[in-house]
């Protein structure tokens, strides 16, 4: 069986951006219209909250593929094969545990993941745990209520572990690790855009 590939990306997150870029879009052709002069002062920090909304909300995503995973965050994309991951874990949101050459390991947190608030974790029951992997228990056996597959960061957590344990067991990484097939790449231009906006904000204040 071929297997189904998965792009996620928080609906919730994308509904925020849309409507915060949206609002900042309008305020700012709005203070362009009634006060040209202003808008040198006070339409860049709309434009920047637009930008940082984008960034923070509409872009992040996790695609879980056939060869690896890749984690979209704001201000880098991470693609990690899965022999070089060593664990996966949910404490304060889906992370990845990675092999990253000679004896440092690296910690990837999936920003659209994050765990579970008090009110998504009330009242689980046993049957909210069932079919967790054995990797996502502690040393005694316990698991973190963000495991729940009832949760949505659970319900990826184990999705992501069902995957990296069908390979481990299947032999699938016995060709050990290559540190180097990891990637990271910086989204220079969000960067670029963001600090410009941010240096407009400050001297269209100041001055």
């Known amino acids: 069986m071929s297997f189904q590939e998965v792009d996620y990306r928080p609906l919730f997150g994308r509904i925020l951006s849309?409507?915060?870029?949206?609002?900042?879009?309008?305020?700012?052709?709005?203070?362009?219209?009634?006060?040209?002069?202003?808008?040198?002062?006070?339409?860049?920090?709309?434009?920047?909250?637009?930008?940082?909304?984008?960034?923070?909300?509409?872009?992040?995503?996790?695609?879980?593929?056939?060869?690896?995973?890749?984690?979209?965050?704001?201000?880098?994309?991470h693609f990690v094969p899965w022999p070089n991951i060593t664990a996966i874990d949910t404490r304060f949101a889906l992370t990845l545990h990675t092999v990253a050459g000679g004896d440092r390991d690296r910690t990837i947190r999936v920003w659209a993941a994050p765990a579970s608030g008090r009110h998504r974790t009330l009242g689980l029951s046993p049957k909210d745990f069932d079919g967790i992997g054995e990797s996502a228990r502690g040393v005694h056996g316990e698991l973190r209520l963000s495991d729940a597959t009832s949760t949505p960061i659970g319900n990826l957590a184990q999705l992501v572990r069902g995957r990296w344990e069908r390979l481990r067991d299947t032999g699938a990484f016995t060709s050990g690790v290559d540190p180097e097939a990891s990637t990271v790449v910086w989204h220079r231009g969000t960067i670029a855009v963001a600090a410009a906006l941010g240096a407009a904000t400050a001297i269209g204040l100041l001055v």
């Open 18 to 77: 849309v409507v915060t870029m949206v609002v900042c879009a309008f305020g700012a052709v709005a203070t362009v219209v009634t006060d040209p002069a202003a808008a040198l002062r006070y339409a860049w920090p709309l434009l920047l909250v637009g930008v940082l909304a984008w960034a923070m909300y509409w872009r992040p995503g996790l695609v879980v593929a056939e060869h690896g995973i890749t984690v979209v965050n704001p201000l880098r994309t």
